[in-house]
T-cell receptor, first 110, second 113 residues
């Protein structure tokens, strides 16, 4: 059974600082997603990573995938308050479903 | 509309009652998914439709839960004899085809009292 673990679960960081969220998964998968969720809102797709060594960047967020280590990272550069949200990684199990991590709740303060 | 639409956005029901939650996927999307998200947790897979058929219903927790998609577009998640433990946000998602990017709706927040 595919398991997905994220850490940290909570992250409080100062504006301007850098940090990395980690996502480990237990079995081989073809793709990995990163989603953002604001309180009371749905999931916004940030990145889809399809292959080993894939790296994608959008603004202050950069995601990477190491399929051999079964590890993905979401790196935050020079955090700003608008990035405060919960971030989920999700790994594709077969062709029909995503297995989500427990989420990382990020709070950026001045 | 441009996105996945779900109704109702909020539903409060009494224990033991029957509930229906509706999902309108993005137009043209053949794959439709239902997930359930409890407070402080990540979404959990319930069921996946490809077209009209349920291709994978392995996530449905028990036989009180049932979902249909009779014309391959709108889907309804049905919960019988609701229990307090069913309280959660029920998220619907769709994708153009399997293994394409999955887009989520705003969810239906179900509270069973």
């Amino acid at each position: 059974e595919l398991k997905v673990e994220q850490n940290p679960l909570f992250l409080s960081m100062q504006e301007g600082k850098n940090y990395t969220i980690y996502c480990n998964y237990s079995t081989t998968s073809d793709r990995l997603y990163w989603y953002r969720q604001d309180p009371g809102k749905s999931l916004e797709s940030l990145f889809v990573l399809l292959s080993n060594g894939a790296v994608k960047q959008e603004g202050r967020l950069m995601a990477s995938l190491d399929t051999k280590a079964r590890l993905s990272t979401l790196h935050i550069t020079a955090a700003v308050h608008d990035l405060s949200a919960t971030y989920f990684c999700a790994v594709e199990a077969g062709t029909d479903k995503l297995i989500f991590g427990t989420g990382t709740r990020l709070q950026v303060f001045p | 509309g441009a996105g996945v639409s779900q109704t109702p956005s909020n539903k409060v029901t009494e224990k033991g009652k029957y509930v229906e939650l509706r999902c309108d996927p993005i137009s043209g999307h053949t794959a439709l998914y239902w997930y359930r998200q409890s407070l402080g947790q990540g979404p959990e897979f319930l069921i996946y439709f490809q077209g009209t058929g349920a291709a994978d219903d392995s996530g449905l927790p028990n036989d009180r839960f049932f979902a249909v998609r009779p014309e391959g577009s709108v889907s309804t998640l049905k919960i019988q004899r609701t229990e307090r433990g069913d309280s959660a946000v029920y998220l619907c998602a769709s994708s153009l085809a399997p293994q394409n990017t999955i887009y989520f709706g705003e969810g239906s927040w179900l509270t069973v009292v």
